[in-house]
């Protein structure tokens, strides 16, 4: 029997390439879940039509979402803080950085932005492998979930890697950004820039479009890895036991022995395997192996992409997007690769309109909103385009990560702090130029005083922090994601990632884990 640890997106890739290999595989969880009585108000809400709701049925949804001069600190899960919950209240100190680890059955991904694209062989520059290798395994994690997608400009850098992917309808202002884009397609991709409708891990077929998305879809049709996990239940070879938290991990010959605690009771557990497969995340993950490695005190770099939010103010504005039925997840995706910028492409995502763009007007003009007249206050949403991107991990802001011995028999601290990079203020300098030197393809002007950059951690795409090598270092892994000094240990989050690109992390995570199950017991 094999041990995956974590039942997020990676944890359930890494299981179900282990099945399909003939492995008997068990997973450990937290596995912490949405309250019993919001689970109760979801099903009643997914079981009518918007239609039918009234003012009050959908605002559990919206409970505790507060919107400030930052953007929304932390994504909740239909009003719930669950995924973010520390059952046994681990010391963690956070120092100039945003994120969490997750406990959560399914992970981050129940509150995710379902944005997913593979990498390219440019992105992966001193990775030990190709994303010819890759390939097979996302085609195979794709088969996992929901996928809607179009074959459009993308696709020659990004396959889809997908046969017959559903189809979203974009909002009305998508399609008409998407339509001057396309004009002028030719000279954008000779400059640089490649642009698609964004490829998301949605149902698309049973979208009803009621603009919830940022707060958690009400028919559940947004990808969850615990949706995964209900399948695998139904696998004679596949068990799972939630309620644990694993501390340490420690190689005895042929075995592996796995102890943690219990989440009720905090009692000691354990259990041995034959090997383990590792996917809690980089906090997560580099507790466990920093404990296990009994390296207290030692500083681990870890990588993260810089995520910033830019607003688009275009030409042309689009009537009645108040009214619109859509989806509120990206709409587009672009591409840009720019010298000036770095050497790797940055990621931008283009959302249009949804509910949260009138509580940041009201914010940014406080008391004078009043005398906005609701007319010009419409007509401004109709332009308004907002732009979520991110930078490559050598051009981002990093974090470093220590474990700090507990007093006693305490836990152990984990420290995660920021660590700057000089080139993240030049490139978002020269992406802003680049943006400007693009409006009259965009029709749209990028408003740029209003550059929102987040802390590090914030993008929720971390790793990096035990990286895969041809030939390992302490501290780095090979390609089967075993750390130096481990036989029977397999990391296969994007712990393991020597580089992150700017492009959705997700997906390639999954394909890696995927990857990695199939190959280390094959």
Known sequence: MVFVIGSGPAGVACASALLAAGATVKMLDAGLELEADRRRQLAGLGAIDPAAWDGESASFLKDGVEVNRGGIPLKRAYGSDFPYRDP???????????????????????????SVLPYRDQDLAGWPLTTGELAPHYRAVLDLMPFAARVDGLAESFPLHHEQPGRLEPSRQAAALLADLESDAGSLAASGVNFGSARLAVRASECVRCGLCMYGCPYELIYNSAQTLERLLAHSRFSYRPGVVVERIEEQGAEVEVRGREIVGGEPFGERCERVFLATGVFSSARILLASLEAYDHPLPALDNCYFLLPLLRNRGVRDVIEERLHTLPQVFIEVLDAAVGEHAAHLQVYTYNELFRVEIAN????????LPRVLERGFLGRLLLIQGYLHSDQSAGLTISLRRGAGPGPATLEVAGRGNPRTRPALAALQRRLWSLRRSLHALPVTPSLRVSPPGRSFHGGGTFPMRAQPSDFEADVLGRPRGFQRLHLVDASVFPSLPATTVTLSVMANAHRIGEEAVA
């Open 88 to 114: 046994l209240g681990l010391p963690l100190v956070m120092a100039g950085v945003q994120g969490q680890p997750s406990y959560a059955r399914g992970g981050l991904s129940n509150v995710w932005g379902a």
């Open 364 to 371: 940014v003009l406080g008391p004078l909103r009043r005398l």
